[in-house]
């Protein structure tokens, strides 16, 4: 149990460094094309065990948004779209449920409920992110154009990153 | 009052939620306007040192380009020099004198809509808010808030700023603002109708604000629109500097400016 808790821990330590120090850096588009965000942090809410309280989840993307927010200078965004993905979680998990439920000590990754069924789940969560991220960067629906075109180009570029890490390092929780 | 409770426990993801959410908005509304949140800047101590290393690393690889721009800025303050020193018997004009703090960039961000940057000297440095940033060959961005050791300023390409700026040939004035479309170009507004627009001019700063000295070169009219109904133009000006590879920058402040403020605000007030 304890040494689930480290490795968590860990895990958010590292993404939150890898995206603050490397992918924040990335611009795929050029400088006339800023369309594509690599976000991979969203990971360490998407790989927490099944079983963690959900309130908890919802502190736990609260901190790591915070903490994204001071290197991106924007208090409170990365927060606020973090916190709304991890307030998803538990409904997508109930809509993607086996028929047999989930056991306890259940991890949601690909080893365990296979790679269709997790390319299902990070993928509405990571789109209702990227949503919630861009239409609260803009703020007015104004720009409701550039926002679905942002967000479905930063969400493929990162779904396609974070399936990467799923398939390479393949982890078993 | 347990029925209460219950009802609270039980629905403790949402109101989490709503509450978490609440304290974000709040974060979010608030960033434009208020000084308090200095501590969660990047000004801030902890990630300050975080990316001044990172910088350092950084810098390795750039040690030659900014070799270059500097030897070019050397020679042109040189040949500025020059110049001055042969003009010496006219009579002296230029009243204000500008303090110059070099500085480098630490931390850049061009991805979003309103863009914000931390430079590596703060107010032992003598850096205080409202400061022009300028670099060689173009203007850079206006100090935003101020710690002992770092500062944080708002890049040009931010599309909540606005700044004075004129076509240099026949000194008509606008506000450059940047649309958030293209880190190389920023648009020149309310230009009025009959003012003769020619592509290729030179856009530079004007001396009606004090936040950057007048006649700096800031880009050249590459584009320019008239639209039916309009009064004004719409010019698009190509910057002469690449906001996306920015190190050094120079912070300038007219020393007249706490007294030239202070009428100003009077005459606002009345």
């Known amino acids: ?79 606020a779209s973090l916190v709304f993905m991890a307030f998803l979680r538990p409904v997508v998990l109930r809509m993607l449920m086996p028929d047999t439920g989930y056991v306890k000590n259940s991890y949601p990754v690909a080893s365990m409920f296979g790679l269709v069924w997790y390319l299902q789940y990070s993928g509405i969560l990571l789109l209702a992110f990227f949503l919630a991220y861009f239409s609260l960067e803009a703020f007015t629906p104004i720009y409701f154009g550039s926002i679905l075109l942002k967000t479905l180009l930063s969400f493929l570029v990162s779904f396609v990153t974070i399936i990467l890490h799923q398939i390479i390092i393949n982890p078993k929780s | 009052m347990q029925n209460l409770l219950r009802f609270i426990f039980r629905y403790s993801h949402f109101f989490t939620f709503v509450i978490l959410e609440a304290i974000c908005i709040y974060f979010l509304v608030s960033y434009n306007t208020s000084q308090k949140e200095i501590f969660i800047y990047s000004s801030n101590l902890v990630t300050g040192k975080i990316y001044n290393t990172v910088d350092e690393i950084r810098d390795y690889a750039q040690l030659e380009r900014v070799n270059d721009s500097i030897i070019r800025e050397n020679a042109r303050l040189k040949a500025a020099l020059l110049t001055l020193s042969a003009d010496s018997t006219l009579p002296d004009l230029s009243i204000t004198n500008y303090k110059v703090i070099p500085s480098r960039v630490i931390n850049n961000n061009i991805l979003g809509r309103n863009n914000m940057m931390t430079i590596d000297q703060g107010s032992d440095a003598g850096i205080q808010p409202s400061m022009g940033l300028i670099e060689d060959g173009g203007i850079v961005g206006i100090v935003k808030d101020v710690s002992q050791n770092y500062a944080t300023a708002y890049s040009i390409l931010n599309a909540s700023l606005m700044i004075s700026a004129k076509i240099d040939r026949n000194d008509h004035f606008g506000s450059l603002i940047w649309p958030a479309e293209d880190i190389r170009y920023m648009e020149l507004t309310s230009v009025p109708k009959h003012a003769e627009v ?53 912070a300038v402040r007219a020393e007249t400016t706490p007294e030239r403020t202070e009428i100003e605000n009077r005459m606002e007030d009345e």
């Not at chain 1, 099944?50 to 924007?74: Q, R």
């Not at chain 2, 800031?218 to 009064?231: K, T």
């Open chain 1, 1 to 79: 149990m304890s040494s689930l808790i480290v490795k968590n821990v860990f895990r958010i330590i590292l993404l939150i460094l890898v995206q603050v120090l490397i992918f924040k850096q990335v611009n795929l588009g050029g400088p006339d094309f800023n369309y594509f965000q690599i976000m991979i942090y969203p990971l360490a809410i998407l790989l927490l065990p099944i079983d963690v309280p959900k309130p908890l989840v919802l502190l736990i993307a609260f901190a790591i948004g915070m903490i994204v927010d001071i290197f991106y200078d924007s208090p409170g965004l990365h927060a």
């Open chain 2, 198 to 250: 020619r592509l290729g001019d030179t856009v530079t700063t004007t001396a009606y604000s004090a936040v950057f000295p007048p006649d700096i070169p800031i880009g050249i009219i590459e584009e320019v629109d008239l639209e039916p109904g309009r009064s004004d133009f719409s010019i698009r000006v190509k910057l002469f500097n690449d906001l996306s590879r920015i190190d050094v920058v120079y």
